[in-house]
């Protein structure tokens, strides 16, 4: 069982920037590929980037060149650095591990709300 908690989120203007915090519990924090996902009102869940315990990473195209993925196993925790924010990056970002044997994302955080005023 991993339990991740987010922290981080806010209201920021246009142009700015945020960081988001993924803590994770349990010793095999190195076990799971750390997704980050949004998801905003009447919108399809997005991932929005993704790195392995390797440091491979993947980004999705909307946030490519402005958003940075990274973590840190000795801590158990994932960050998400938000860069040139733009009023459609608003929404409830969350947390999410996929074991290695199984590649699916079977846990999540509880979200945590971004809004880009413009």
């Known amino acids: 069982q991993v339990q991740l908690v987010e922290s981080g989120g806010g209201l920021v203007q246009a142009g700015g920037s945020l960081r988001l915090s993924c803590a994770a519990s349990?010793?095999?924090?190195?076990?799971?590929?750390m997704g980050w996902y949004r998801q905003a009102p009447g919108k399809e869940r997005e991932l929005v980037a993704a790195?392995?315990?390797?440091?491979?990473?993947y980004y999705g195209d909307s946030v490519k060149g402005r958003f940075t993925i990274s973590r840190d196993n000795a801590k158990n925790t994932v960050y998400l650095q938000m860069n040139s924010l733009k009023p459609e990056d608003t929404s409830v970002y969350y947390c999410?591990?996929?074991?290695?044997?199984?590649?699916?994302?079977?846990?999540w955080g509880q979200g945590t709300q971004v809004t880009v005023s413009s």
């Open positions: 999410a591990a996929a074991h290695i044997s199984t590649g699916r994302y079977d846990y």
């Open positions: 349990g010793r095999t924090f190195g076990s799971y590929v």
């Open positions: 790195m392995s315990s390797g440091g491979s990473t």
